[in-house]
């Protein structure tokens, strides 16, 4: 007898094997990854433990599950087949599968892989791969030629056995807790309808398993579900379930009695069974289609939807009420005619229209095969269109609005590029210092902009308490002071100005906009003067400068969205006129106002407004830094 130390471990079997192996668990997670694995594959176990397998090209997954479903319950399998390396080129493999067991309990599986370079044998396998996809595409193109529900699941239990070799077959839904049997093929006819519990029956089992195909035979379980005893010398049983809007529905049972089943039976059995459940999916939603539309023929009177019925010609036939209000043509005028509006393309698409009138329609189509006939259905969307309308128009204010801080801190960071050596400390100290102010400006809009609860009503959301507003209007004006250097800021403020009730971080994106807004139609420069006062219980700030001024009659309309003044010097202006629209939302939100008017000499004048704080009000907070 040899020494003990001449015998080899099984891990150094595994380290030195020249071929790659491949372990998983039940769940599909990976256990085993040897050296020749990360030299075929490209991945390190460390990548890869405990991860599900990465080298199964999404098209070959399904015979994959075929394989260790079918090795499950009999012999290892060898199969010729492709498989992914890391880099993502294809490898040619033979691959030798095994189950793995523990005191007659199932604990996964072992491949090992096999370079193969015979070019035929893989050829020959792709074509026929090639085949069975062809022949599984006639397979559900015959499935899904049917709408009817009944006459789907008849089509599904016929194609069965026409494609797995089955010799029998049937297809049962979930009911609850229950299967009940719907359609069989090469069955006794007093099957169908026929019940069991869900828990215990095998597809019962296969949903429990996390898998979509599972291979029962008569060495390893009884096989009296679904009374299938019924089929004399019944010896395996494969079923693969059906999802329908990524639930289980139900499962297609295959019955094997004189042949042997194969993994490539295992294989169109999965594929089957998944294109069952995209037929049956739409067979559901056509009985739904239609039991809707009966629904609404039996009040399409009284709908508020406008319902028209063409005939095969495209004419219509009926015109109820409400498309009459809808388009405008009354049913003397539609009748026989083409619709006043164009139709989707197919049925389930929708397509949105605007009438002459100015209103927008949702239109859908559904056809009725039976009589040749198709059913149009409209509804007026011109409120939901305005406020879609109405929340881009705010998205894109809120963006508009963020440049004025933008614009302070670039130019405060600039003036430091270009000038820093003629800048003292201070004057560096003081840039600084008003860059970090106007940098958390920026951050409290991006916040506090984006806060409207209601684009249609224009409503933004201010946090209102009393607030130093003459230190407010003092830094503004700090900030400005370099803006243009053919402009002059003046700022002209009482010793003394009465605390404002509102928001400071909104009431500085409004000065700001229309201190911005004097500069811009300024263009030949001179001044601009920042004033405030107390005015009763309010107190007043006003902008004037000395720019093109407001046309009369366009008070109001600047404050519209998109306005900037469409006629004059105003049109050599940049920007998109969001501006005083928002100015105008924020200090409403605050209570105030913003109004615009014509100086007597050339230029504007700004006026914002804002409560003032009284004596029981909350103490004065610091603006933030």
């Known amino acids: 007898m040899a020494p003990d130390h001449f015998a080899p471990s099984a891990d150094a079997v595994m380290a030195y094997a020249a ?7 039940t769940d599909l997670r990976i256990v085993l990854w040897n050296p020749a694995a990360e030299r075929m594959f490209g991945w390190t176990f460390a990548e890869v433990a405990g991860r599900p397998l990465p080298i199964v090209p999404d098209e070959l997954m399904a015979e994959h599950h075929a394989v260790l479903e079918r090795v499950r319950a009999g012999e290892p399998l060898s199969i010729v087949s492709r498989r992914l390396r890391r880099d993502g080129s294809v490898l040619d493999v033979r691959i030798d599968t095994s189950s793995l067991w523990d005191g007659g309990r199932l604990t996964g599986w072992v491949g090992v892989f096999h370079t193969y370079e015979e070019i035929g044998a893989v050829q020959s396998h ?87 195909v599972l291979l029962a035979t008569d060495d390893t379980r009884s096989l009296d579900d679904l009374i299938w005893a019924d089929l004399e010398g019944l010896h395996t049983i494969a079923l693969g379930v059906s999802n329908v809007q990524g639930r289980p529905y139900g499962a297609l049972y295959a019955l094997y009695s004189r042949r042997k089943v194969g993994h490539v039976e295992l294989e169109l059995l999965e594929l089957l069974a998944a294109h069952a459940g995209v037929a049956l999916g739409n067979a559901m939603a056509y009985r739904e289609i239609v039991r809707q539309r009966a629904h609404e023929h039996a009040v399409v009177d009284s709908s508020a939807d406008g ?13 109820n009420r409400s498309a009459a209000e809808l388009t405008g043509y009354a049913m003397a005028d539609a009748v026989g005619r083409h619709p006043p509006f164009p139709l989707p393309a ?61 614009t302070v801190v670039q130019g405060f960071a600039s003036t430091l590029m270009r000038r820093w050596e003629q800048l003292d400390d201070d004057a560096r100290r003081s840039a600084v210092e008003t860059i970090a102010e106007r940098s958390g400006t920026l951050a409290r809009l991006v916040e506090n902009l984006l806060l409207g609860s209601d684009a249609r009503e224009a409503e933004l959301k201010t946090a209102n308490h009393a607030f130093d507003l003459l230190r407010l209007l003092q830094d503004s004006a700090t900030a400005f002071q370099p803006f243009s250097a053919r402009h002059t800021l003046v700022l002209q403020t009482p010793d003394h100005l009465p605390p404002a009730l509102g928001d ?38 006003c902008i004037e400068d000395e720019g093109v001024g407001i046309q009369p009659g366009d008070e109001e309309r600047v404050f519209g969205r998109f306005v900037q003044g469409e006629a004059g010097d105003r049109r050599r202006f940049g920007g998109i006129g969001l501006g005083l629209y928002i100015a105008r939302r924020l200090a409403r939100a605050q209570g105030g106002d913003v109004t615009a008017h014509a100086r007597d000499v050339r230029g504007t004048r700004m006026r914002f407004t804002l409560h003032a704080a009284s004596g029981d009000d909350s103490e004065i907070p610091d603006i933030p830094d």
């Open 307 to 319: 319902i028209a019925v063409l005939g095969a010609s495209g004419l219509v036939r009926k015109w």
């Open 19 to 25: 071929d790659a192996i491949v372990a998983v668990d």
């Open 504 to 541: 400071p971080t909104a009431t500085d994106v409004v000065v700001g906009q229309l201190l911005e807004n004097a500069f811009k139609y300024s263009p030949e420069g001179g001044r601009v003067v920042l004033r405030a006062e107390a005015e009763g219980p309010h107190v007043a700030v």
């Open 346 to 406: 197919r049925q389930g698409e929708n397509i949105r229209h605007r009438l002459d009138n100015g209103r927008w329609l949702e239109i859908l189509i559904t056809d009725i095969p039976e009589t040749a006939e198709r059913v149009v259905d409209f509804r007026d969307i011109t409120e939901a269109k305005a406020l879609e309308e109405e929340k881009d128009l705010f998205l894109a204010t809120a963006g508009h609005e963020l440049r004025t801080p933008i």
């Open 126 to 212: 792709m074509t026929e791969r090639a085949r069975l996809v062809r022949r599984l595409t006639d397979v559900v193109a015959d499935i899904n030629a049917d709408l009817d529900l009944d006459a789907v699941l008849d089509r599904i239990a016929h194609s069965l056995t026409e494609l797995t070799g089955a010799d029998a077959g049937g297809f049962a839904l979930i009911e609850d807790d229950q299967l009940r049997l719907v359609s069989l093929t090469r069955l006794s006819d007093h099957l169908r309808g026929y019940q069991a519990p869900l828990e215990s029956s095998l597809f019962g089992e296969l949903l429990r398993s996390g898998k979509t």
